[in-house]
T-cell receptor, first 111, second 113 residues
């Protein structure tokens, strides 16, 4: 079965510094991958999606992710963290009939 | 921008009671889903629904669960006899089928006492 592994359960960065949230996928064919964000007491919001059109995917709020087949990775990055980025981030495999969520990475942004 | 809505936002019920969670998917979407997230755990797939029938379901979705699209806009999840372990955040999602991109509602927090 297709799955994703989020390598960090918690990441802490200072405001204004880069963000890196790591995700590896396992798929025997070209995957469909997403990053979702969940702010406290809010629903799940789609940040960006990879659908094989381009390896570098740009999303909302300045986030990007790069699909690297050789490393089976789909890491989420942002050049400069903002306080409002503090949230739970989910790497998601959409290759199957349902979305398969990673366990999530909690991003803490400190002043 | 169209969005998925869910009601109620919070539901508290006694063990053994029936609950119905309601969702209004995005109007031109044809695929509908329910997921749940137990506190501190990952989001889990429950069921998908297309063309007025269940298309896939997980092992979580046992006989206590049912889904229905009673009219052209609502999509409901019924839990017939709630258990303590049903306490979770329940998310509804919908999709037009493109790349399995699903749009989520804000969730219903169900607490079973």
């Amino acid at each position: 079965a297709q799955s994703v592994t989020q390598l960090d359960s918690h990441v802490s960065v200072s405001e204004g510094t880069p963000v890196l949230l790591r995700c590896n996928y396992s798929s025997s064919y070209s995957p469909s991958l997403f990053w979702y964000v969940q702010h406290p007491n809010k629903g799940l919001q789609l940040l960006l999606k990879y659908t094989s059109a381009a390896t570098l995917v740009k999303g909302i709020n300045g986030f990007e992710a790069e699909f690297k087949k050789s490393e089976t990775s789909f890491h989420l990055t942002k050049p400069s963290a903002h306080m409002s980025d503090a949230a739970e981030y989910f790497c998601v495999d959409g290759s199957g009939y349902a979305l398969n969520f990673g366990k999530g990475t909690s991003l803490l942004v400190t002043p | 921008e169209p969005e998925v809505t869910q009601t109620p936002s919070h539901q508290v019920t006694q063990m053994g009671q029936e609950v119905i969670l309601r969702c209004v998917p995005i109007s031109n979407h044809l695929y509908f889903y329910w997921y749940r997230q137990i506190l501190g755990q990952k989001v889990e797939f429950l069921v998908s629904f297309y063309n007025n029938e269940i298309s896939e379901k997980s092992e979580i979705f046992d006989d206590q669960f049912s889904v229905e699209r009673p009219d052209g806009s609502n999509f409901t999840l019924k839990i017939r006899s709630t258990k303590l372990e049903d306490s979770a955040m329940y998310f509804c999602a919908s999709s037009d089928g493109t790349f399995n991109e699903q749009f989520f509602g804000p969730g219903t927090r169900l607490t079973v006492l």
